[in-house]
Nanobody, 129 residues
C-alpha cells in the first residue's frame, strides 16, 4: 500500500479555482490508478475523478466534467486535481485514493470507494456563494 497526503484545500468564492495535490509515499506510486472522491456533510462519499497509472486515461463524474482536471506526475509521486469554475455544491471534504487493481478505461462506470486500497485523510474545500 501507499500512504497518501492531500493538500491544497481551502475557502474560495464561487467561480474561483483550487488545485489539490496528493503526495504518495513508496516506490510503487506509478503502478496505482489514482482517484479523487468527495464527501459533503450528511452525504455518502462520491466519485469525482480517476486517472490510470500512466495518466493516459481519465474519468470524471458528470457534474465536474469540463471544470475539473485530474493529472499525475509519477516522478514526483503526486496526483493533482485542478478545480475551476467552482460552485457552492462542490463544497466537501476531498479525498485521494490509490487502487492497485482498478483499470481506468474510457467509459468505465461504477467506480466506487471499495475499489481503492489506500486513502488520504482528506482536505476541506469550501465554496462560498
Amino acid at each position: 500500500q501507499v500512504q497518501l497526503l492531500e493538500s491544497g484545500g481551502g475557502l474560495v468564492q464561487a467561480g474561483g479555482s483550487l488545485r489539490l495535490a496528493c503526495s504518495a509515499s513508496g516506490r510503487t506510486f506509478s503502478t496505482y490508478s489514482m482517484g479523487w472522491f468527495r464527501q459533503a456533510p450528511g452525504k455518502e462519499r462520491e466519485f469525482v475523478s480517476a486517472i490510470s497509472w500512466r495518466g493516459r486515461n481519465t474519468l470524471y463524474e458528470a457534474s465536474v466534467k469540463g471544470r475539473f482536471t485530474i493529472s499525475r506526475d509519477n516522478a514526483k509521486n503526486t496526483a493533482y486535481l485542478q478545480m475551476n469554475s467552482l460552485k457552492p455544491e462542490d463544497t466537501a471534504v476531498y479525498y485521494c485514493a490509490a487502487s492497485a487493481s482498478l483499470v481506468v478505461m474510457p467509459g468505465l462506470k461504477g467506480v466506487t470507494p471499495g475499489l481503492f486500497d489506500s486513502w488520504g485523510q482528506g482536505t476541506q474545500v469550501t465554496v462560498s456563494s
